[in-house]
């Protein structure tokens, strides 16, 4: 399960990603609790969010052309040290009483232009690091790293909130920067896989689509992933309106469906480092039962059942998104790889504020059961659908058989097929 972290640039690199996660998260709760107590609004709060996210989706392809022509490691260097100084900077106006909501806006932007170059950066980087042997391991144990910061980092942020106010949370999220900055110092750049660098040229944005469009296998699971990520991961518009409008339970029940979706989501983290190597029809089952399950739980009748049901939410989503990142990255050229993981977090990062308005008016329209419905048809039908043509391009037809008196659903080449029937 742990086996990547026997590569000491790795080790080094988890371990700075443990600390910085964490003060990632505490930011985030701090950033959010800030804009609300200078404003009133949640828009305002909603505005942040996407401040935070519109570099990506305007700029991320370009940033993975960057990143295929530049070091990954000196990009990193970069973008982390970019990223401590905007929380000082933030933690300074702060705790000097001078911070306006502007403020908070411009640092919210300044960290999603950072997040452009660090995304497929940090994404592509990994694979130097381990090597293609231990590439699913390593990308697992990264999900890992950052669920459990989302169990650790908020927590403390509310602890830090209270006792000292929200610019010595910013502050600490900048420190926090000091342990990846070090990590990276650190490694020795003889053991790297170190990828070749595409050359600095005219039409490598276009040549990266069309490597991607020529390519069943990388553009169909981002085509599921983005499905998915618009309309089944509007987890903050669900399950907020779960705990007031439907279980009338207020904050602390929706503190507990994201810590037990969390916990959902770190478990499904270790299985996949454990299992240890990427196959489609796992990320397709992934993705089918991740639908199936939100139907379920758009029915659950009592509070503690949907609680429950967040765990394998959380697996099945976690599963997906581990499987599909190692899939695309272990099938992608080198030279390719940061044009095809930028357009990959693109796509799944810029789900939500696509899917997050259309989730919200299924939910004021229809009631939030509903909403959540809607997002799990959609998730388990793209799934069926993304598989079956997976599994024509490959040459596979569905098979049924009998094993040990049950019947089996299995894709079979068609020639095998054809084989099994002049037996019968």
Same mark, same amino acid.
């Given at each position: ?13 988890? =371990? ?6 964490? &003060? ?17 609004? +949640? ?5 942040? %969010? ?28 970069? %973008?982390?040290?970019?990223? =401590?100084? %905007? ?20 640092? @919210? ?29 390593a990308v697992s144990l990264n999900s890992a790293n950052f669920q459990s910061a989302r169990l650790v980092g908020p927590a403390v942020a509310g602890l830090m909130i209270t006792g000292v106010g929200t610019g010595w949370?910013?502050?600490?999220? &900048? ?25 600095? &040229? ?69 299985? @996949? ?23 379920? +739980? ?28 190692? %899939?695309?990255? #272990?099938?992608?050229?080198?030279? #390719? ?46 799934? +069926? ?13 569905? =098979? ?25």
């Open positions: 399960m742990f086996s990547s972290l026997e590569v000491r640039n790795y080790r080094l690199f988890f =371990a700075g990603q443990v600390v910085s996660n964490i &003060g990632t998260w505490m930011q985030r709760i701090a950033q959010d609790w800030l804009v609300l107590s200078l404003t009133g609004s +949640a828009t305002a709060v909603g505005v942040t %969010t996407a401040l935070q996210f519109l570099p990506m989706l305007l700029f991320g392809l370009y940033g993975g052309v960057l990143v295929d022509r530049l070091p990954k490691r000196g990009v990193l260097l970069s %973008t982390q040290t970019a990223m =401590a100084v %905007t929380g000082i900077a933030l933690a300074l106006l702060t705790l000097s009483g001078h911070v306006e909501v502007w403020h908070v806006y411009v640092a @919210a932007f300044a960290v999603g232009l950072a997040t452009v170059l660090d995304n497929p950066a940090r994404q592509s980087f990994v694979s130097e690091m381990v090597g293609p042997d231990q590439l699913q391991n949370a910013f502050l600490a999220n &900048g420190l926090s920067f000091v342990a990846p900055i070090a990590g990276l110092l650190l490694m020795r750049g003889r053991e790297l896989h170190a990828a070749r660098r595409a050359p600095r &040229g005219k039409g490598q944005l276009r040549e990266g689509l069309h490597y991607v469009a020529g390519r069943p296998d990388l553009i169909w699971p981002i085509v599921l992933v983005g499905f998915i990520g618009t309309f089944g991961f509007n987890f903050p518009v669900y399950l907020s309106a779960f705990a007031d409008d439907v279980f009338h339970a207020g904050a602390g029940s929706y503190s507990l469906f994201n810590t037990l979706m969390a916990v959902g989501s770190l478990a499904g983290a270790l299985l @996949a480092a454990r299992r240890g190597t990427s196959r489609m029809r796992v990320l397709i089952a992934a993705a089918v039962a991740f639908g199936l399950v939100e139907l379920v +739980a758009a029915a659950a009748p009592s509070l503690w059942l949907f609680a429950l049901l967040m765990v394998p939410i959380g697996m099945f989503g976690m599963t997906v998104n581990v499987t599909a990142n190692t %899939t695309i990255q #272990m099938g992608t050229d080198p030279a #390719m790889r940061g044009r095809v993981m930028a357009l990959y977090m693109m796509v799944f990062l810029g789900g939500s504020p696509v899917g997050a308005p259309i989730a919200g008016w299924i939910t004021d329209a229809y009631g939030v059961r509903a909403g959540l419905a809607a997002g799990g048809a959609v998730s388990a039908l793209a799934a +069926a659908v993304v598989g079956l043509v997976l599994a024509r391009v490959g040459g596979l037809r569905l =098979a049924v058989g009998w094993r040990r008196g049950h019947p089996v659903l299995r894709f079979v080449p068609r020639e095998r097929r054809e084989e099994l029937a002049a037996v019968a």
